[in-house]
């Protein structure tokens, strides 16, 4: 069954002012639409229940890469090649600069914007991991004002999240902490390129005195939504990366990962690659850190 245009009502009031005002004068009746590489896909598929759709596409005031004193501020409407080819990003971002490589096409890349990934809330999100590992936070925005909340709270469940039926996610804040951490990003498939994720790991690391200053690791397809790793980072925190180590990390990442059984892949799969991923991880922290 394929969708019926005349089914669907699309605006596109221009700034996000307007849009505002349109989500608090009918709060959950329209539904925000930005490069719509998700909700085309499902409008073609005759899946797409939205009737009402309000249109974010170029809005200057939420498409902008901002570098700030102690952030980068990339806004909701920003597209993933637009982080492609930006040099800050490239430059203190570079596990986000490589992950918005990973998504679809190079088509599918000038369309999609960070803000629809992270609101759509998919477990396999190709941008999350690196966001949890960056510990960034979302700015949401209303016309009752603004707010912001830790990325690894966004998410409450399969395709659920904190915004308010009245509210947009704005803006992705991003610290700018990270130069001396060593970072990992790798993504499991079932081929190199466009390719939903089996599982994807996120992982950076500041090493002090030989031992784990800090460590985050934020993971994709191995709960409802992308996800960090606490308890798998609580097992290296603090120690030096040896072999006990690594088999606590392991033995951690088998007990947190709740993932799911789907037509890409099996659970116990998935648990199993990701004990492997943070082991790949820790054993590159092992070796001498490269010199610029």
């Known amino acids: 069954m394929r969708g019926n245009p005349e089914a669907h009502e699309l605006i596109a009031p221009g ?11 009918e709060p959950g009746a329209w539904t925000p639409i930005a490069g719509g590489t998700e909700l085309m896909v499902a409008h073609a598929a005759g899946r797409l229940t939205a009737r009402k759709l309000v249109s974010l596409w170029n809005i ?3 498409r902008f890469i901002r570098v700030e004193a102690n952030s980068i501020a990339v806004g909701a409407g920003a597209t993933f ?3 492609r080819r930006n040099a800050a990003v ?3 971002l570079p ?7 990973w998504i679809g096409s190079i088509a599918n890349q000038s369309r999609a914007t960070l803000g629809g990934n992270l609101v759509n809330g998919s477990p396999a999100a190709d941008s999350s991991p690196a966001l949890l590992a960056y510990d960034a936070r979302i700015e949401l925005v209303s016309i009752r004002g603004s707010r912001t909340v830790p990325y690894d709270k966004f998410h409450t469940g399969y395709k659920r999240n904190l ?3 009245d509210e947009l996610l704005f803006a992705v804040h991003l610290p700018r902490r990270f130069a001396r951490h060593r970072g990992y990003l790798r993504k499991v498939g079932t081929r190199r390129a466009m390719a939903i994720a089996k599982v994807a790991l996120a992982a950076t690391a500041l090493i002090e005195n030989e031992t784990v200053a800090e460590i985050r690791l934020g993971a994709a397809s191995l709960a409802p939504f992308p996800t960090r790793l606490y308890r798998t980072e609580e097992s290296i925190l603090g120690n030096a990366i040896t072999e006990e180590t690594i088999c606590a990390a392991r033995t951690a990442v088998l007990a947190e990962a709740a993932p799911i059984d ?7 799969f998935r648990r199993r690659v990701a004990a492997n991923l943070v082991e790949e991880f820790l054993r590159e922290l092992m070796k001498p850190e490269p010199r610029p």
């Open 15 to 25: 700034s996000l002012a307007a849009v505002l005002h349109l989500l608090a004068s």
């Open 60 to 62: 200057p005031d939420l």
């Open 81 to 83: 090649i637009d982080l």
């Open 90 to 92: 490239a430059a203190e």
């Open 95 to 101: 596990l986000l600069a490589q992950a918005a490589g």
């Open 163 to 165: 915004l308010a039926p």
């Open 262 to 268: 789907d037509i890409r892949s099996a659970a116990e």
